[in-house]
């Protein structure tokens, strides 16, 4: 089977998601799309300083400056120091055929999509919202690895959201992409408990090594045409959330650091 993978140029993530795809013989991983999250950043810094908070963005930009270092040293004599810490780093270390792309929808990237006749394009850890027709281009269309037992916690930051609202368990929901947010039909889910008090980056890395663990077994069954049947979603209203407040994620910290 053919595929290609679309996540954030920044993203850390979905750096065991991309491994994992390298190290699979059944798949052919084709190319790799990183949508420009810094170009996003730039236009509009006001709006990512809202949604994210001055704490995170502060810590992005960190983390950007150390990513900067191992892209310079990765293409250069120095690459065999390198640990790769995100999914362009580990790209660029493999060799791996990839791309930049500041909207995956655009005419020229559609027609490039459709060029290498894939037969899946595989998301997680991605702004870039894709219309129905890029969805649809791949023979099998578009799989999203969601980091929540959906139809709980749609929307950008639900490991967030499992945490501040006190979850048992948490998960990943592998799910057939429609146009519609976080709303396509859920073929497999994964589940663990929460052990201790995991921050919300702990437990990201947790949930999307979980997703890698399973990843080939899921594709192998969406190749040979045995996709699992869809989840039946009953979902109350109000399940999607957004990006949180700047009190919801001191009230997060703060109770964080009263059990610690």
């Not at 991983?29 to 995170?56: M, Q």
């Not at 394009?121 to 690895?145: D, S, Y």
């Not at 639900?158 to 609202?165: E, G, H, I, N, R």
């Not at 045409?225 to 703060?254: C, H, K, M, T, V």
Request: glycine residues 6%.
């Amino acid at each position: 089977m053919k595929v290609a993978f679309l996540t954030n140029l920044t993203a850390q993530d979905s750096l065991p998601i991309l491994r994992r795809l390298g190290e699979l013989a059944e798949q052919t991983l084709d190319h790799v799309y990183f949508y420009d999250t810094l170009a996003e950043a730039k236009k509009s810094p006001l709006k990512i300083l809202r949604e994210f908070g001055l704490r995170r963005v502060v810590g992005k930009l960190w983390s950007s400056l150390g990513s900067r270092i191992r892209l310079w040293m990765l293409k250069s004599p120095l690459r065999r120091f390198v640990q790769p810490q995100s999914a362009l780093e580990w790209a660029i270390a493999q060799g791996m055929s990839y791309s930049v792309v500041n909207d995956l929808n655009g005419p020229k990237q559609l027609q490039e999509l459709a060029d290498r006749n894939l037969d899946l394009l595989l998301v997680c850890v991605c702004k870039n919202i894709l219309r129905t027709q890029t969805i649809e281009t791949p023979k099998l269309g578009t799989l999203n690895i969601h980091p929540s037992l959906l139809p709980k916690y749609r929307g950008p930051m639900p490991v967030f959201w499992t945490l501040y609202y006190g979850e048992k368990t948490a998960g990943v929901s592998f799910q057939k992409m429609i146009a519609k947010i976080d709303a396509g039909p859920v073929l497999v889910q994964y589940e663990i408990p929460i052990a201790g008090h995991p921050t919300e980056a702990e437990l990201s890395r947790q949930l999307f090594q979980l997703a890698a663990e399973h990843l080939g077994e899921v594709l192998q069954q969406i190749a040979v045409g045995n996709a699992p049947n869809p989840i039946r979603d009953d979902s109350p209203p109000g399940s999607y959330y957004s990006f949180p407040s700047a009190q919801q994620q001191a009230e997060l910290r703060a109770r964080q650091k009263n059990v610690q």
